[in-house]
């Protein structure tokens, strides 16, 4: 199975981009609509550190609907990676990249 941690849509094509630099980025896919069907599962994150799994990704633009999860919940790796950062944030696994700081 294929990880790809991050993507984005750029200029027709399925792209990670590196720190956010346009000019640096790995094509995935010249046809983001076929990469999707492949999905087995999906999750969105942010700035707000958490993820969030996809259940279905709509195509309005063209009628189509690309179901992830089939029973609706999160997969294995959605699953482990929400599990990963609650364990960093509540201080029960170790935060190796600094990235918790405590105010008080």
């Known amino acids: 199975m294929l990880v790809i941690p991050a993507i984005d849509l750029k200029d ?6 590196f720190k ?3 000019q640096q980025k790995t094509v995935y896919s010249d046809h983001p609509e076929e990469l ?3 999905f087995e599962e999906a999750g969105a994150c942010g ?3 958490v993820i969030s799994p996809i259940q ?3 195509d309005l633009e063209n009628g189509k609907s690309y ?3 089939k029973d609706g919940k999160p997969g294995p790796i959605c699953t482990k990676l929400y599990n ?4 960093i944030q509540y201080g029960d696994e170790p935060d190796t990249h600094g ?6």
Do not use: C, M, N, P
């Open 20 to 22: 956010g630099d346009y």
């Open 36 to 38: 999707a069907q492949t």
């Open 56 to 58: 279905r990704i709509d």
């Open 12 to 17: 027709g094509q399925a792209v990670r981009l």
């Open 84 to 87: 990963k950062l609650r364990g």
């Open 99 to 104: 990235w918790v700081t405590i105010v008080e």
């Open 47 to 49: 700035t707000a550190a």
């Open 67 to 69: 179901v992830i999860s």
